[in-house]
């Protein structure tokens, strides 16, 4: 088993992309490989300006949370959404689309952010992916 951490996003929750782009660039900063699988809700995060549109998976009151915790975290100087992409994609981090997903919720590679993904699978693609992995991650 080599390295390398993957992550299957199976949530759209704008804190658990968060969470999936910073354990993905930790990974790499570390020297391991990393991969992230997006799929269902958190595949809508790879739409064209979709990244940071997600709700608040908890206290989202209307949308008030999310305001909040965005402005908490800008005082605490965290990067945004699109800049720990960013950085997971310099630090050589692969993302990859779930093509079932795109099949079910009618959406084509040309909705997407195709520059950002590495590759288009379906559950063969993230198994491979994880059974080469020593982490394996589901947020």
Same mark, same amino acid.
């Given at each position: ?6 992550? %299957? ?10 969470? #999936? &782009? ?11 490989? #990393?991969? %992230? ?37 800008? $005082?605490?100087?965290?990067?945004? &959404? ?6 997971? $994609?310099?630090?050589?981090?692969? @993302? @990859? #689309? ?13 909705? &997407? ?16 992916? #994880? ?7 589901? %947020?």
């Amino acid at each position: 088993m080599s390295e390398k951490m993957t992550i %299957i996003v199976h949530s759209g929750d704008m804190d658990k992309i968060y969470s #999936a &782009l910073i354990l993905g660039n930790g990974a790499l900063a570390m020297g391991l490989d #990393a991969s %992230i699988y997006f799929t269902f809700w958190g595949l809508l995060r790879l739409k064209k300006n979709g990244l940071s549109k997600g709700p608040l998976s908890k206290m989202n009151l209307f949308g008030l949370g999310r305001l909040m915790i965005k402005n908490r975290m800008k $005082k605490a100087n965290v990067a945004s &959404l699109n800049r720990l992409l960013r950085d997971y $994609k310099e630090l050589g981090g692969k @993302i @990859i #689309a779930c093509e079932m997903t795109m099949e079910i919720m009618g959406l084509s590679r040309m909705d &997407l952010m195709e520059e950002m993904i590495d590759d288009y699978g379906a559950v063969g693609t993230y198994i491979q992916e #994880a059974k080469d992995s020593s982490i394996t991650l589901f %947020i």
